[in-house]
């Protein structure tokens, strides 16, 4: 499926019993699994809104919830992460879930390296419900950057795109927040200039997102809220808890490829990251173990229910999200 038939489908409101969301840039696939969500009525939301992690439930129990009915109205949105972690014989009961799926629920399946070779991928793709989102690069996201900007109803110049894409890196989670900035300062001109990139715009502040990821990975309570505290000032929470979200399925994914006793070559074409950011994550893995780490991630899980769902301050939630994060192990001693 191309991204513009998905489009249409969330137009007309007429949407498909399943979709696969897949391909690398995760904050792509999380807006456009949030304006799928966000087809359900605002009334409903608490009821007939669900975030699954793969890790963390069976797809027999994915398949229970997305057989249940909606409550009063459809649809029900049912949004479960990570479904290419699943092994072959859970994929399966979801393959035989898609031969008759329930129409009042759209099953919203997010992945980033599904195997297309498996039946369930396979049969999605057959039946044209993959929509696949790959970062953008060079001339595509200069486009990306201009087409952002029309959406806010601003024409961005050329040399602006290119402006911002070199003061902010090509991250589009950080590119939308700061360009979003630009905007507001360019005022109702409706256009924006290099001028106004370069007098609104921050420099990437990457580092403090990573140093946020790396005290809650070495367990370092102190350091993990301090730099929340400086990214709360900067950054949207949903930013914020996307990136530790992140950090985690990484630290959970080192921390399998550390118990299967595998090279650090290995590891890093198994996590697609450089040598020396492989070995960060290979030694703050060491720090928790498999059940720790699982724990860490229903907590984001809960943290981001929290977020859209309750009237809870979101610097609350996410201080408390931090806290338990840097917390799970009990002691210095490492994990297994």
């Not at 703050?284 to 899980?301: F, H, T």
């Amino acid at each position: 499926m191309e991204r513009t038939a998905l489009e249409k489908d969330l137009n007309s409101g007429s949407l498909k019993p399943v979709y696969l969301l897949y391909g690398q840039e995760a904050f792509l696939k999380e807006r456009y699994a949030a304006r799928l969500a966000e087809s359900v009525d605002e009334r409903l939301k608490e009821f007939n809104i669900e975030t699954l992690l793969a890790e963390e439930n069976q797809a027999g129990d994915v398949v229970e919830r997305a057989q249940t009915m909606p409550f009063m109205a459809p649809p029900r949105v049912l949004v479960v992460r990570g479904v290419d972690r699943y092994p072959a014989e859970e994929l399966s009961i979801l393959k035989e879930y898609l031969s008759d799926p329930n129409e009042s629920t759209c099953l919203v399946l997010v992945a980033d390296k599904p195997d297309f070779r498996l039946g369930l991928f396979k049969a999605l793709q057959r039946q044209k419900l993959a929509v696949s989102f790959d970062p953008p690069r060079g001339r595509s996201l200069v486009a990306w950057v201009q087409e952002t900007g029309a959406d806010r109803g601003y024409k961005v110049g050329l040399s602006a795109a290119r402006t911002l894409i070199e003061l902010v890196g090509t991250d589009l989670m950080n590119l939308n927040q700061e360009l979003e900035k630009v905007c507001l300062y360019a005022g109702p001109e409706a256009e924006v200039g290099e001028e106004d990139v370069r007098a609104a715009a921050r420099i990437s502040h990457t580092a403090s997102i990573f140093d946020l990821g790396d005290a809650v990975g070495e367990q370092n309570r102190a350091g993990a809220l301090s730099a929340l505290k400086d990214l709360l000032l900067q950054e949207h929470h949903l930013m914020i808890l996307a990136m530790i979200a992140r950090h985690f399925r990484l630290l959970l994914k080192a921390r399998q490829l550390l118990n299967q006793k595998a090279s650090q070559a290995e590891a890093q074409r198994a996590l697609g990251l450089q040598a020396w950011v492989t070995r960060k994550y290979l030694s703050q893995a060491r720090n928790l173990n498999l059940a720790q780490l699982k724990k860490g991630l229903s907590r984001v899980l809960e943290a981001d229910l929290a977020l859209k769902t309750t009237g809870t301050p979101e610097r609350l939630i996410l201080e408390r999200l931090v806290f338990d994060l840097a917390s799970l192990r009990p002691s210095r001693r490492t994990g297994i």
